[in-house]
């Protein structure tokens, strides 16, 4: 199947898989990408005992990697290398030891070379801990060869 055959999120899920293979930060912090679809994405990680800081809560850090993964994956869906130009993420409430966090992004707006997307990230137990917006820009190149 050529990328001009490829449905909208046929492309996604392609492009997730060959950016998969080489995002050793991602792999390394055990994230799964449970969905991909053309502007969206899920991704899902426990929280080790490694992540939490001196408050015996997940360090905001792993929160922002985590929504920022997530974030790559929906801007990447396209056939486009897409990276970060800004992000800022409110949080809301404590993750802990254990908490499986969810993090979905879904595209907001995309025009030219810009796009922005929302994260929001929960625990396990549905309370919404993270707000996250990015803001993309894309740079040369593709995922998949054009033909």
Known sequence: MT??????DEM???CADAMWADDNA???LGMVLSD????QAVMTMTVRPEMTNGH???H???IFTLSDSAFAFACNTYNQRVVAQMAQVTFLAPAFEGDVLRAEAR???RQGRGGIYDI???RDDGVKIAEFRGHSRTVKGTHLPEE
Request: aromatic share 8%.
């Open 3 to 8: 990328v001009r055959d490829m449905t909208p």
């Open 120 to 122: 929001s990230v929960t």
């Open 12 to 14: 996604a899920q392609a």
């Open 36 to 39: 991909v679809r053309a502007g």
């Open 60 to 62: 905001g850090g792993y």
């Open 107 to 109: 595209e907001v707006w």
């Open 26 to 28: 991602t792999q390394h």
């Open 56 to 58: 015996k809560i997940c």
